[in-house]
């Protein structure tokens, strides 16, 4: 399972990088290059915030998407790309500003891509934003995750 998702970013991020989703070569290459990290406790607790917005939003982007409602999906993805992210100075890794800036990017792509109502722009905005969601988590969420499963007693 592991292996598939890695697959998949890599994929990813081969489009990505046509697309020129991240500003510059630069942080193309530093995101593409991330490597695992932990996250401080008061950046957790602001993340625990800020995604559970994503994930409703997403949920109901989703759907709104695939069924090609430009109105709905135009307000969900406003609410990704207006979602508050943190400061600078509080980013645990010069890559993790970099992935909360595309973040907001590729969800204005999609809402530019509702008004005009253009299907293959919705497709092409929508899969580099869950790109985006799933390299960041690729680097932050797995590794809590695993810490997470370690800690557990073995049964
Ligand atoms: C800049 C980095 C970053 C981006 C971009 C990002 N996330 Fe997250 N996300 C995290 C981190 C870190 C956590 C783990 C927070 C914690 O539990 O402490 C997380 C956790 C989550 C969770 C909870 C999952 C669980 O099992 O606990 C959801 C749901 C989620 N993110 C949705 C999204 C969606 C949807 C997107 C894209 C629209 C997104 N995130 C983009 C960093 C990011």
């Not at 292996?3 to 890599?10: D, E, Q, S, W």
């Not at 907001?104 to 792509?109: L, S, Y």
């Not at 008004?115 to 969601?133: G, I, N, Q, R, V």
Request: proline content about 5%; glycine content about 0%.
């Amino acid at each position: 399972m592991r292996l598939l998702v890695v697959a998949v970013i890599v994929t990813s991020f081969s489009a990505l990088a046509q697309e020129s989703v991240f500003p510059s070569k630069e942080e193309r290459k530093m995101a593409r290059l991330l490597e695992p990290q932990q996250v401080t406790a008061e950046v957790k607790a602001f993340l625990k915030l800020k995604m559970k917005a994503h994930n409703k939003d997403m949920r109901d982007l989703v759907l709104a998407v695939a069924t090609l409602k430009y109105d709905e999906a135009k307000r969900f993805a406003q609410g990704i790309a207006n979602s508050p992210r943190l400061a600078d100075e509080a980013t645990p890794a010069p890559a993790f500003k970099t992935l909360q800036d595309a973040l907001k990017k590729d969800a204005t792509a999609v809402v530019e891509a509702c008004e005009k109502k253009d299907p293959d722009a919705l497709a092409a905005s929508f899969d580099s934003m869950m790109a985006t969601c799933m390299s960041c988590h690729n680097a932050y969420l797995v590794p809590l995750r695993e810490e997470k499963a370690a800690k557990k007693p073995a049964k």
